[in-house]
C-alpha cells in the first residue's frame, strides 16, 4: 500500500519551518534557502510493531522492493508510490564482524564489525541514496540528472539515471577524481564537464546549472537521497539481531551519510522501534578536515537548530582569505564546505558524538590492515578504522563496545593508491611484489 500522501519536505530551519509537499523538486528551502528534510505524518504509515517484522521479507525476495535493501524497509521513507520505485538490486551488503582486526586494535575480538557498502552494483554506499533519489525522480517526470562529484555519485547517478533513461551530467574537479569512479560514470554513458576548480567550485556550479536549466539534482543537498542512506543503519542493525551497537564509525566528507545516519536513528527512537540510539564518530582527512575545526575548536553545535550562521560564514571566509583547498588520498572526502554541515551537528548531538580528523598515512596504512583481514576498501573507507584507533587509545570507545565501522566503497574506486601504498612507501603493513630472475631454484628461494 502507498503512504507517499503521508510525507512532506519541511525546512530545517526552526525560525523558517516552510513546508512543501513532496511533488515538488526541491534542493534548499525556497523561503530561506537552508536545509530541507523529508518528513512523515507517522500515524498514517502502517508501521511493523518491531523492526524486526521486516525480517518476513526475506521471504519474498522475488518481489523487487523486497529484494532491496533499502525497499525493504520502505514504511520507513515511503515518500512515493511503489511504481515509482526504482531498484537494481542496491543494499546487498554485509556487516562483517572482523576478530583479526578487532584483537590486533586490542578490541574484544568479538566486538568491532565492518559494514561493508563495496558490494552494491556501482560499488559504493551511494546507491542506497541514489535508489531513493531517482525514485522522487521518476514520480515527478524528470528528464535530465546532475551532479557534482569526487567520484562515487557521479558513478551511481550515471548507473541509476542509465536504469532510468534519464540523462546525466557529471561535474568533477580538475584532476580531482580517482580513474576507477571516472571509469564508471564514462562507461554509463554519463556527460562529464570537468571544471578548472575543486569539489567545492563543482558543487556551486552545477546547483546554478540545475537552477537555470531544471535538471534534476541528485547531490545530497537533495533530501531524497538521505532517505535510502538512513537504511543503511538499518542493514546494520537488522545483522545485528535488531540490536543497536554502541558505536557507528563513518567517514566525514560531505557529511550526507552521518547526516542521514542521525536522522534515522532519532526517528527509530521517537516511534520506540529501538530503545536507545548509538554514539556517532565522524572522522575527516586531516587535508579536509572542515568539520573537525568548527566542531572542536569553533565549538559549533546544533542548538537546536538555531546553528551559528555568522561562524560558519566567518570561516569560510577565511579559507577563501588564504585559498585554501583541501588535499588528501581519500578524494571521496576532500571536500572543504560540506554541504550537510547543519544536519551533520544535529546527528552530533542526536547521537553524543565525536569528530576527529587522521593524516594521509595513517588513512592508508588502516587501509592496508582492513585489507590484510579481508576486506578491500577505497581510502575514505580506511578513516574509520584510523580514528577508531584514536578513539581507543584515549579510552572514548571501550576495548567491549561494539562496534560498527561503514566502509563507505570498494577497493577497485582507487586501485592506484593501494598498489602505490604496497610498491613503493615501505609502510608497516606494506606487501611490495618480489623481483626475481627467471630461474627455477631462485623463485623457489623466495617463496615463503
Known amino acids: 500500500m502507498s503512504v507517499q500522501s ?15 509537499g513532496c511533488d515538488e523538486v526541491l534542493f534548499e528551502c525556497p523561503a530561506c534557502g ?13 508501521l511493523p510493531e518491531r523492526l524486526m517484522d521486516f525480517s518476513t521479507r526475506w521471504a519474498t525476495r522475488n518481489d ?99 536504469s532510468c533513461g534519464l540523462k546525466a551530467t557529471v561535474f568533477i574537479g580538475q584532476g580531482k577524481i580517482a580513474f576507477g569512479k571516472l571509469s564508471q560514470s564514462m ?57 543497536v551497537p554502541d558505536w557507528i564509525v563513518v567517514p566525514g566528507g560531505n557529511l550526507g551519510n552521518s547526516s542521514a545516519f ?10 520506540g522501534l529501538i530503545d536507545r540510539v548509538p554514539r556517532l564518530a565522524v572522522i575527516n582527512a586531516s587535508g579536509a578536515n572542515t568539520l573537525t575545526e568548527i566542531y572542536n575548536d569553533k565549538k559549533l553545535r546544533w542548538n537546536g537548530g538555531n546553528v551559528d550562521e555568522a561562524a560558519i560564514a566567518a570561516y569560510y571566509k577565511g579559507l577563501d582569505a588564504s585559498g585554501y583547498r583541501p588535499h588528501t588520498i581519500a578524494s571521496a572526502i576532500e571536500i572543504s564546505r560540506p554541504v550537510n554541515l547543519k544536519k551533520c551537528l544535529r546527528a552530533l548531538e542526536v547521537c553524543d558524538g565525536v569528530v576527529l580528523a587522521v593524516t594521509d598515512e595513517e588513512i592508508l596504512d588502516a587501509k592496508a590492515q582492513i585489507g590484510k583481514y579481508g576486506l578491500g ?16 587509545a584515549d579510552g572514548t570507545v571501550g576495548k567491549d563496545d561494539r ?8 577497493v577497485l574506486k582507487d586501485p592506484n593508491a593501494t598498489v602505490e601504498y604496497h610498491s613503493r612507501m615501505g609502510r608497516e603493513y606494506s606487501n611490495p611484489p618480489l623481483q626475481a630472475a627467471n630461474d627455477l631454484d631462485k623463485i623457489i628461494a623466495l617463496i615463503k
Open 6 to 20: 503521508s510525507a512532506y519536505q519541511r525546512c530545517i530551519n526552526p525560525q523558517c519551518a516552510a513546508t512543501f
Open 34 to 46: 537552508d536545509l530541507l528534510d523529508i518528513c512523515y505524518n507517522w500515524d498514517t504509515v502502517p
Open 64 to 162: 523487487r522492493l523486497d529484494f532491496s535493501g533499502v525497499w525493504r524497509f520502505r514504511e520507513l521513507l515511503d515518500f512515493c508510490p511503489d511504481t515509482a520505485k526504482v531498484s537494481i538490486g542496491e543494499g546487498q551488503t554485509v556487516l562483517q564482524q572482523n576478530c583479526g582486526l578487532a584483537a590486533e586494535l586490542g578490541m574484544h575480538p568479538t566486538r568491532l564489525f565492518l559494514q561493508y557498502e563495496g558490494l552494491n552494483p556501482s560499488g559504493s554506499f551511494k546507491d542506497n541514496g541514489m535508489t531513493a533519489a531517482f525514485s522522487h525522480a521518476t514520480m515527478v517526470g524528470a528528464t535530465a540528472s546532475a551532479c557534482a562529484s569526487t567520484g562515487n555519485t557521479s558513478a551511481s547517478m550515471a548507473l541509476y539515471a542509465h
Open 187 to 243: 562507461d554509463y554513458g554519463a556527460q562529464t564537464i570537468q571544471i578548472d576548480g575543486d569539489f567545492d567550485d563543482c558543487m556551486r556550479q552545477v546547483q546554478d546549472v540545475c537552477r537555470q536549466m531544471k535538471i534534476y539534482l541528485v547531490n545530497s543537498l537533495n533530501p531524497f537521497r538521505l532517505e535510502g542512506q538512513k537504511t543503511i543503519m538499518l542493514r546494520i542493525i537488522e545483522q545485528l539481531g535488531w540490536d
Open 262 to 271: 542521525g536522522k534515522a536513528f532519532m526517528e527509530l527512537k521517537a516511534l
Open 377 to 392: 576498501c577505497e581510502p575514505a573507507s580506511a578513516a574509520t578504522i584510523a580514528g577508531l584507533k584514536y578513539l581507543l
Open 403 to 410: 562496534v560498527a565501522c561503514v566502509l563507505t566503497g570498494h
